[in-house]
């Protein structure tokens, strides 16, 4: 069974920007989690999206915002990019909402410079 | 407050050995969760180990144990015989229902095998 998969693996770009990454989860899986882990926080849950609904969210502004489509394939966006939001992105799959074993992708790297 | 701590940033061990990484844990819920993942220079992170709150067996999963001691909150990572291949950032987590279903991470420690 292929694994959680997350394109593009880097990406850099200017501040103001905006991006998207991309979350293809376990074949199966219908839960889909991102977090964003950086050297200062450490890593911080995003949100979680389940049957196409955001079901939790973590303390992020408004510039950073998910959907999942029917396929639980699931984007990430962040607008106005700043520098801060320079850091790993991590998105997980579960077979169950809020479920504990949680299987992580290889992350995408977003440099913002 | 939900908070996870992990109050080793670095530790080594001799190949071989048995290492013990610790965790505590503050959580106002009964009913919640602990994980530990292994994060590898390449970033990915992989699932180690789960601890379920009202587990009354300690979970073991291979050459890890978790060593849960519920009234003193904590859930200790013990690996046995340390192989050079588990050098790598472990990251002692937990998933309660505050404020919705989140994962909470601690800083993580960084394990470092000596051959």
């Known amino acids: 069974k292929a694994g959680v998969t997350q394109t593009p693996r880097y990406l850099i770009k200017t501040r103001g920007q905006q991006v998207t990454l991309s979350c293809s989860p376990i074949s199966g899986h219908r839960s889909v989690s991102w977090y964003q882990q950086t050297p200062g926080q450490g890593l911080q849950f995003l949100f979680e999206y389940f049957s196409e609904t955001q079901r939790n969210k973590g303390n992020f502004p408004g510039r950073f915002s998910g959907r999942q489509f029917s396929n639980s394939r699931s984007e990430m966006n962040v607008s106005t990019l700043e520098l801060g939001d320079s850091a790993l992105y991590l998105c997980?799959?579960?077979?169950?909402?809020?479920?504990?074993?949680?299987?992580f992708g290889p992350g995408t790297r977003l440099t913002v410079t | 407050a939900q908070k996870i701590t992990q109050t080793q940033p670095g530790m080594f061990v001799q190949e071989k050995e048995a290492v013990t990484l610790d965790c505590t844990y503050d959580t106002s819920d009964q009913s919640y969760g602990l994980f530990w993942y292994k994060q590898p220079s390449s970033g990915e992170m992989i699932f180690l180990i789960y601890?379920?709150?009202?587990?009354?067996q300690n979970a073991t999963e291979g050459r890890y144990s978790l060593n849960f001691q519920k009234a003193r909150k904590s859930a200790n990572l013990v690996i046995s015989a340390s192989q050079l291949g588990d050098s790598a950032m472990y990251f002692c987590a937990m998933r309660d229902n505050t404020g919705g279903f989140k994962t909470i991470f601690g800083a993580g420690t960084r394990l470092f095998v000596k051959a």
């Open positions: 997980a799959s579960s077979p169950r909402l809020a479920g504990y074993e949680q299987y």
């Open positions: 601890q379920g709150s009202y587990d009354e």
